[in-house]
């Protein structure tokens, strides 16, 4: 385009809307840009605002015109880069559709089914997409949605990016039509699979990445929006981020990269796993919830950041167990979950899920760090941090709702993890029973880390998991532990437990976990802490904070305690008190703690007034001596 032609365009267009449709183009007008040049050259010298009389006004319609000219143009060519649309009444006119698409140079298309096509490769199983090329496919007409694939069952894998609107995947098994079926795996293989809030189709399986048996993929992307479970209410529907471990496969479904799970407004899934089924993630996995809480059909069950870590049954042979089990459900990277809004029933482990939920065998095989033992504790393992973030800053109250009354954990339960696990609790947040910062027995590295900026907490925040447990028939206890200690195999987490609430309301605070209910010959074991405690209470309200030895906080609720906490850390358990307000009587519990073995010290150090119905039993039991309480306010603080 020439110079002056350039200069038009970059001229406000929306002016051209103002000229009169009615108005014709002289005969000869520009379709090039070598007929245009004798156009742009009289508007280049209107351009300028050369001075006439008849002949500027003849300069400014040709001026108008060759705009408008320039305006089709444009148009004329938008038109042709627009989204190819096919429509398909048949598995052959689908088929020509897919040769079509491969062959344009657009990255985008919409296949529209007008009718049930039923395509299929082989029995009970297909596979659809265009490599490099993204497809919408949606139903139109009397009879929608309408069915992709055959009978119900079926397995589907990507092999190009997709879009499923107003569709179905499978139909029932009934004669006819038979309504909706039911995908019994869905691979998407790497590519970015999407169903829109139109799609509702119960598929049991869904993996973002592949069986086991193809190559391993680089990234996994998905986007959900719609019903994927239908009127099931099971555990065993699940979503994986990942791919699944197949005993046949030569790649272990294996995702090199890093996964993204994106859960829409009007969302419904009943358990989502960032990792995959015994198998791996190389890189970062993020799940992220913007549900729109006046949906009444949205609801999201379980949330596990890692992946799902429980198939692999070792036979006894360590370097067997070793070698196949360093891809049960593993996270190498960090783990994020962002939920900003919506409904989710629990958050089962900011980790990973270990399966077989124990560890109690005689088996010593180690985990990817070399550097834990037993049986299966290398199961679904995180690599790097895992940082929970619930709510968001400004938002209105319970908009971002935990709907039952399970103890949601931050942690791995029965796992590792080996950085940080980092909390953060915003305002709409709303969770009618506990929370805990780690998982039933599980190990932390690094700290754990709760900050309370706004939301609802009804019961109790706990800085650790639920209680260890012990098995008295037939295996004796396994221990835990990095080093040649003998003291260090049951302290988790490594470091620190920081808790700080700045606003919202909590019900307590916790520095200790939560005993499991007795059953059969099982016996519960306190976790312990080889670093400190230290909790801040800043802003906001809190019912109580337990300091010291739960057993005499909460009598009826920590019964089946059989040992108590300890806590070995150089400063032991600190209190500090900045500001907020506490509503419960007492306000602190601090009873003595025999294990805590460097005392508890309670801080003053507000500079707005802070009311404290009453400290309860503040010493350590350490030598008969009294807990430390040390003033250093500028504002009164009333006892």
Not at 28 to 43: D, N, Y
Not at 362 to 373: D, G, R, V
Request: net charge negative.
């Amino acid at each position: 385009m020439t110079e002056q032609g350039a200069f038009l365009q970059a001229r406000d267009s929306s002016a051209c809307f103002g000229i009169n449709t009615t108005t014709t183009m002289p005969e000869g007008a520009p379709c090039s840009e070598e007929k245009a040049a004798p156009f742009l050259l009289r508007a280049e010298t209107f351009a300028r605002g050369e001075k006439g009389t008849g002949k500027a006004k003849s300069k400014t319609a040709l001026a108008l015109l060759l705009c408008m000219a320039l305006l089709l143009l444009t148009m004329g060519a938008l038109a042709q880069e627009a989204e190819p649309v096919y429509r398909v009444a048949s598995s052959e006119e689908w088929n020509n559709a897919i040769e079509q698409i491969e062959e344009q140079s657009e990255t985008d298309a919409t296949v529209i089914l007008t009718n049930d096509i039923g395509i299929i490769n082989n029995q009970y199983k297909y596979t659809i997409g265009v490599a490099g090329k993204h497809i919408t496919v949606k139903s139109e007409g009397e009879g929608a949605p309408y069915s992709i694939g055959g009978k119900s069952m079926a397995t589907v894998e990507l092999s190009g990016d997709m879009t499923f609107d107003n569709v179905w995947l499978s139909l029932g098994q009934t004669a006819g039509r038979g309504g909706r079926g039911t995908i019994s795996g869905f691979y998407a293989n790497g590519y970015t699979a999407e169903f829109t809030e139109n799609f509702e189709q119960i598929i049991t399986n869904l993996y973002g990445g592949s069986n086991g048996k193809t190559t391993a993929v680089a990234n996994t992307h998905l986007i959900i929006n719609g019903d994927i479970i239908c009127d099931a209410n099971s555990q065993n529907y699940r979503v994986f981020g990942g791919g699944k471990n197949t005993s046949s496969g030569t790649t272990n479904g294996k995702v090199t990269g890093d996964v993204l799970i994106e859960l829409g407004p009007h969302c419904r899934v009943p358990w989502v796993y960032g990792g995959g089924f015994n198998s791996s993630v190389g890189g970062d996995v993020t799940i992220i919830l913007k549900g729109d809480i006046n949906d009444p059909d949205h609801q999201v069950g379980n949330i596990t950041g890692g992946g799902l870590g429980s198939a692999i049954s070792p036979t006894g042979d360590s370097a067997v167990i070793a070698s196949t089990g360093k891809d049960s459900g593993t996270v190498t990277g960090d783990i994020d979950l962002y939920l900003y809004s919506g409904r989710f029933a629990s958050i089962s482990g900011g980790g990973g899920q270990n399966g077989t939920d124990m560890r109690s065998s005689e088996i010593q095989a180690k985990n990817t760090s070399n550097a834990y033992y037993g049986k299966t504790l290398y199961y679904a393992s995180v690599g790097g941090n895992v940082n929970v973030v619930i709510g968001m800053e400004g938002a209105a109250d319970q908009t971002a709702v935990h709907t039952s009354q399970y103890t949601s954990t931050f942690g791995a339960p029965c796992s590792v993890i080996q950085g940080e696990v980092n909390v953060t609790i915003n305002d709409g947040a709303y969770f009618p029973g506990d929370l805990t910062g780690m998982g039933r027995n599980d190990v932390v590295e690094g700290s754990v880390n709760i900050t309370v900026n706004g939301g609802y907490i009804e019961d109790t925040l706990h800085g650790l998991g639920e209680m260890n447990y012990e098995s008295a028939t037939p295996s004796p206890t396994q221990t835990i532990g990095k080093s040649s200690d003998p003291k260090e195999g049951s302290y988790y987490p490594k470091t620190t437990v920081n808790i700080t609430v700045k606003g919202g309301e909590t019900g307590a605070v916790a520095w200790s976990g939560i005993p499991l209910k007795a059953y059969g010959t099982k016996y519960y074991d306190q976790q312990s802490l080889y670093g400190n405690v230290m909790i801040s209470i800043e802003g906001g309200s809190v019912g109580q904070v337990y300091m010291g030895n739960p057993t005499k906080a909460d009598p009826h609720g920590f019964q089946n305690l059989q040992k108590l906490p300890k806590v070995y850390g150089t400063k032991g358990i600190e209190l500090h008190v900045t500001g907020g307000s506490f509503t419960g009587n007492p306000s602190v519990y601090a009873h003595e703690l025999t294990t805590c073995y460097n005392g508890q010290r309670i801080y003053f150090e507000n500079d707005v007034p802070v009311f404290l119905y009453q400290i309860n039993s503040a010493n350590t039991a350490k030598n008969g001596d009294q807990a430390d309480i040390i003033v250093n306010n500028t504002a009164p603080a009333s006892i």
